[in-house]
């Protein structure tokens, strides 16, 4: 939960706590941030934004450029980098003050993995080009031989994780599971065109990555479960909205894309709210394009519903805490134990 410094005097005057008092521990607050290096500054903008330039680069553009001077410098390379981007984000996350560009560094070494796991299966002859082209295709085709850099990946980001706690690893790792699982699934089926085939695995796996990050979110102080939850809740609502088909299959859809707004509230997590209400515009989009044919009457009916869903929001924002405990006297205790704490993203 993130708190103001206007909320935190307010709640300190309610609480009857002197100001200088409240004043302190403000100032305390914010310098445990800023030596954890959390906070949202501009400096960490700036480190996150150059840590992503740094993996869009080393994700879509370097492979074909260091081809050109032949598979093993290309591999070389790579490896130098992922080392060099490794061993400089270690030593900047050892110290407390530079722990974000060190742990953003070290995401990005993980994040070379595949690229050099390629550049390795060009340079030893393992790459079928016939059948996968060139790197880009990672990112558009769904294939069996893609499988190595993705478990690669994987296990790359568990190594870190291991040494640099820093939830931004957990991109990487969230990225390569949701295309393994549809990699692995073309492997193991022998085939790369069955869509209805991976329509069904990814509401599986959507299921199991979501049920996987709740657990990560019990036992984790920082956020290490967000990658997961927005993964999951993608390959969840692609394979629901690409599976189904009718009346009734548009009706499921919207039945679950309201229970997921439930969910959000329950868990604290706005991923699901989004994708839960994403769904449902989908459903009234079916409702007016398919059923209705744009008809003037259910164009007021949809205006009018809007409205009412906007005065519901601000409704909800009042009355937010009160809800959220309501909505937990009505959940069994034994399930309201193991939900994870309420972080809001």
């Given at each position: 939960m993130?708190?103001?410094?206007?909320?935190?005097?307010?709640?300190?005057?309610?609480?009857?706590?002197?100001?200088?008092?409240?004043?302190?521990?403000?100032?305390?607050?914010?310098?445990?941030?800023?030596?954890?290096?959390?906070?949202?500054?501009?400096?960490?903008?700036?480190?996150?934004?150059?840590?992503?330039?740094?993996?869009?680069?080393?994700?879509?553009?370097?492979?074909?450029g260091w081809?050109?001077?032949?598979?093993?410098?290309?591999?070389v390379?790579?490896?130098a980098?992922l080392i060099?981007?490794?061993?400089?984000?270690?030593?900047?996350?050892?110290?407390?003050?530079?722990?974000?560009?060190?742990?953003v560094l070290?995401?990005?070494?993980?994040?070379?993995?595949?690229?050099?796991?390629?550049?390795?299966?060009?340079?030893?002859?393992?790459?079928?080009?016939?059948?996968?082209?060139?790197?880009?295709n990672f990112?558009?085709?769904?294939?069996?031989?893609?499988i190595?850099?993705?478990?690669?990946?994987?296990?790359?980001s568990?190594?870190?994780?291991?040494?640099?706690?820093?939830?931004?690893?957990?991109?990487?790792?969230?990225?390569?599971?949701?295309?393994?699982?549809?990699?692995g699934?073309?492997?193991?089926?022998?085939?790369?065109?069955?869509?209805?085939?991976?329509?069904?695995?990814?509401?599986?796996?959507?299921?199991?990555?979501?049920?996987?990050?709740?657990?990560?979110?019990?036992?984790?102080k920082?956020?290490?479960?967000?990658?997961?939850?927005?993964?999951?809740?993608?390959?969840?609502?692609?394979?629901?909205?690409?599976?189904?088909?009718?009346?009734?299959?548009?009706?499921?859809?919207?039945?679950?894309?309201?229970?997921?707004?439930?969910?959000?509230?329950?868990?604290?997590?706005?991923v699901?709210?989004?994708?839960?209400?994403?769904?449902?515009?989908?459903?009234?989009?079916?409702?007016?394009?398919?059923?209705?044919?744009?008809?003037?009457?259910?164009?007021?009916?949809?205006?009018?519903?809007?409205?009412?869903?906007?005065?519901?929001?601000?409704?909800?924002?009042?009355n937010?805490?009160?809800?959220?405990?309501?909505?937990?006297?009505?959940?069994?205790?034994?399930?309201?134990?193991?939900?994870?704490?309420?972080?809001?993203?």
């Open positions: 993130k708190v103001s410094k206007t909320q935190l005097l307010a709640a300190a005057q309610t609480a009857d706590v002197a100001p200088e008092r409240a004043e302190a521990l403000w100032d305390a607050l914010r310098a445990s941030e800023a030596q954890s290096g959390s906070s949202y500054s501009g400096v960490n903008v700036a480190y996150y934004f150059g840590g992503f330039l740094i993996i869009g680069a080393m994700t879509f553009f370097m492979a074909e081809l050109r001077f032949g598979a093993w410098f290309g591999f390379a790579a490896l980098y060099g981007f490794a061993l400089a984000g270690a030593r900047l996350y050892a110290a407390p003050a530079t722990r974000t560009p060190g742990g070290v995401t990005a070494a993980v994040a070379t993995v595949p690229l050099t796991i390629y550049c390795l299966e060009v340079a030893t002859g393992r790459w079928h080009s016939d059948d996968l082209g060139g790197y880009a990112y558009a085709w769904v294939n069996g031989g893609w190595w850099m993705e478990l690669g990946t994987i296990a790359a568990a190594i870190a994780l291991r040494w640099v706690a820093f939830p931004l690893i957990t991109l990487p790792a969230a990225f390569g599971l949701w295309f393994l699982s549809m990699d699934t073309a492997a193991i089926a022998g085939k790369h065109d069955d869509f209805d085939l991976y329509r069904r695995v990814a509401v599986v796996f959507g299921l199991v990555m979501l049920a996987a990050s709740v657990a990560i979110d019990r036992h984790t920082e956020d290490f479960a967000f990658w997961g939850y927005l993964y999951g809740t993608i390959a969840l609502f692609t394979g629901l909205s690409l599976l189904w088909n009718g009346e009734l299959g548009w009706l499921a859809f919207a039945v679950i894309s309201l229970l997921a707004i439930v969910v959000s509230i329950v868990l604290g997590r706005r699901l709210l989004i994708f839960g209400v994403l769904g449902l515009v989908g459903y009234l989009g079916y409702l007016a394009f398919g059923i209705f044919k744009l008809s003037f009457g259910f164009s007021v009916a949809l205006t009018t519903i809007g409205i009412a869903v906007i005065a519901a929001g601000v409704w909800y924002q009042r937010q805490a009160r809800v959220q405990a309501r909505l937990m006297g009505v959940i069994p205790a034994r399930i309201v134990a193991l939900l994870p704490p309420s972080r809001a993203t």
